[in-house]
Each structure stands twice: as C-alpha cells, then as structure tokens.
C-alpha cells in the first residue's frame, strides 16, 4: 500500500491494538528451569505507546498466552485495555470498539502470525512487523521496516501520531515540564 493511503488510514485511528508474542518481543520462549516463561521488551516500543497514550489513543494487548512478565509490561506502560489467554481474539476487540463507540477504520492492528488474520482483516488500519509470516503479510496494508520487539511498534506508532499532526517529541517535552 502507498505511503498516502496509510497516512490516510492512520489519521482515523482512535484505538491501536497489538498481539505480543512476534510483535511486542522477537516471538522467541525463554523458560527457565522452574518451566516460569520470560520476556524481553524494547525500550523504543515502550516509548512510543507512552506517547500514543498521552495523545489519547486507547492501547490495547490482545494474547493467546498467559504470562505475568506481559501483564507486568503492560501496567508499567499504561496500556488501556489488557487481555490474556484469549485464542480467537476478533470479539474481544469487537467488545472493546463497542466499549469506547468505535468503528473498524478507528483502530490499528499489529500481529504477526496466522491467529492474528481475523482482527487484521477488519482493521481499518492492518499492520505487522517485518518478520511476519507471508499469509500476515500478505493482507497488511503497513509493513514495518523493523522486526517484532526490534521496533515495529514504535515505527507505527511514529507514523500514527504524525499523521494525525502530533510530534512525539513534543509529548515528552511537554510532559517533562509537567513534572
């Protein structure tokens, strides 16, 4: 898709929701002996849902797996809406749009692999990183130069804001001098 149709598209969102596994990390599972599974995050994706909040786009996570490392990120992060262990995850973004009165051209979706494809066909704005899988990607309107949990999230979350004329930059000054 050209760069003035996302551009296009990305004015309208009101809600970005995002898969974790692939998307929020590099989709690695790291177990340690105790079976106890761990994360690692990027600090550039952080930031740009913390500026994406402070603007007044409701953030949403939306995951199959269960884990206290996600629910833990999420919370330091301020994400709005937090779902776990969710397998067919298309009604629960249907309750959160209806929620907030949302329509399907509001909301951005970035997922990576194939229980991602019902939401990323409905989204008005469907998105993945660099490394998803061809049947992801295939459907997507933005691609993300960056791989999951190396930048994708930050890289959309950029364009989100500054298509609807929002400078992060200009987030974090002015909630620096808030403080």
């Given at each position: 898709?050209?760069?003035?149709?996302?551009?296009?598209?990305?004015?309208?969102?009101?809600?970005?929701?995002?898969?974790?596994?692939?998307?929020?990390?590099?989709?690695?599972?790291t177990f340690g002996e105790d079976g106890k599974e761990y994360k690692t995050f990027n600090a550039k994706d952080g930031q740009g849902i913390v500026c994406v909040e402070k603007?007044?786009?409701?953030?949403?996570?939306?995951t199959a797996r269960e884990n206290g490392t996600v629910e833990h990120r999420a919370k330091n992060l301020g994400i709005t809406e937090f779902h776990q262990g969710i397998k067919?995850?298309?009604?629960?973004?249907?309750?959160?749009?209806?929620?907030?009165?949302?329509?399907?051209?509001?909301?951005?979706?970035?997922?990576?692999?194939?229980?991602?494809?019902?939401?990323?066909?409905?989204?008005?704005?469907?998105?993945?990183?660099?490394?998803?899988?061809?049947?992801?990607?295939?459907?997507?309107?933005?691609?993300?130069?960056?791989?999951?949990?190396?930048?994708?999230?930050?890289?959309?979350?950029?364009?989100?804001?500054?298509?609807?004329?929002?400078?992060?930059?200009?987030?974090?000054?002015?909630?620096?001098?808030?403080?």
């Open positions: 898709m050209d760069n003035k149709t996302i551009i296009e598209k990305a004015k309208k969102i009101k809600l970005m929701a995002f898969d974790v596994d692939g998307v929020f990390t590099d989709g690695s599972l603007a007044g786009i409701i953030t949403v996570i939306i067919y995850k298309l009604p629960v973004l249907e309750e959160i749009m209806k929620k907030y009165n949302l329509a399907y051209e509001n909301v951005s979706y970035m997922g990576d692999d194939l229980p991602d494809i019902c939401i990323l066909e409905n989204a008005g704005l469907s998105c993945c990183p660099k490394d998803a899988v061809d049947e992801v990607k295939n459907i997507c309107d933005f691609i993300s130069s960056k791989d999951g949990g190396r930048g994708a999230i930050r890289e959309l979350c950029d364009i989100v804001l500054t298509s609807q004329g929002i400078i992060p930059l200009d987030i974090v000054k002015n909630s620096q001098k808030s403080k």
